[in-house]
């Protein structure tokens, strides 16, 4: 529960509001297929097909292992807080099954993850029920890195919220970039050194941004996973 209450909370307060629509729960999923010039991504959608107008929408970032259950139950957990949810696919279709090597691949080519996230983004964004102006992106590890470089590359977005996002493979900051979405940054204690931490805390500043960042004492990295907490 404290997880889905922080995840409500991140996303309704950052967005500017809560949803005021009557929240049914029909949810609706299924795969959606979309390209990178030739390449095919395949990324995961849920939403409540019985609204009569369109809705924010949060943008899920995978985390290393790909979209998994994981990621395809928040997305349906976000659409019963009122939302459009869209898991973006960042690996591609037939990626194969090394997650470890995709994960220093994407986090070492900086432009190739954004242009990953940013597709998803703008597809996400074309759906006729989501209200384009109302785009939040969120990330779990992997993709809670990859938020953070959503922020601070400038991307247009209303919030980005990362959970346990590791920030020494970040990407860099650079210097001018303004950072015209809120940031709500969610980190272990026990997990980025505060050195990192301060560092990001610079970036945001120096970006104007509006930002927060909450650390959990005695908390260890994926803090969000069920099985994490055998851990803690």
């Excluded at 960042?213 to 803090?223: E, N, Q």
Aim: overall charge negative.
């Amino acid at each position: 529960m404290r997880n889905c209450m922080t995840t409500s909370l991140s996303i309704g307060i950052l967005l500017g509001l809560f949803v005021a629509r009557e929240v049914r729960c029909a949810v609706v999923t299924r795969n959606v297929t979309y390209f990178d010039d030739q390449t095919e991504l395949r990324g995961y959608l849920a939403y409540d097909d019985s609204w009569d107008e369109s809705a924010p929408a949060v943008v899920i970032i995978q985390d290393w292992d790909g979209i998994t259950l994981y990621e395809q139950q928040r997305a349906e957990m976000i659409v019963g807080l009122g939302y459009v949810a869209f898991c973006a696919d960042i690996y591609e279709v037939d990626s194969g099954t090394d997650y470890y090597s995709l994960y220093l691949e994407y986090t070492g080519n900086a432009t190739k993850y954004l242009r990953r996230m940013n597709l998803g983004i703008q597809e996400a964004k074309s759906f006729s029920f989501v209200d384009s102006t109302m785009v939040a992106a969120i990330g779990y590890c992997f993709g809670g890195t990859g938020v953070i470089n959503l922020a601070t590359a400038g991307v247009d977005l209303r919030a980005v919220v990362s959970f346990h996002g590791g920030l020494t493979r970040r990407a860099e900051y650079t210097e001018g970039t303004a950072i015209p979405a809120v940031v709500s940054i969610h980190s272990g204690g026990s997990d980025d050194s505060a050195s990192d931490i301060q560092q990001l805390q610079d970036n945001l500043t120096a970006g104007n941004a509006s930002w927060e960042v909450t650390r959990y004492g005695g908390v260890l990295h994926a803090f969000t996973m069920q099985l994490a907490r055998l851990a803690i």
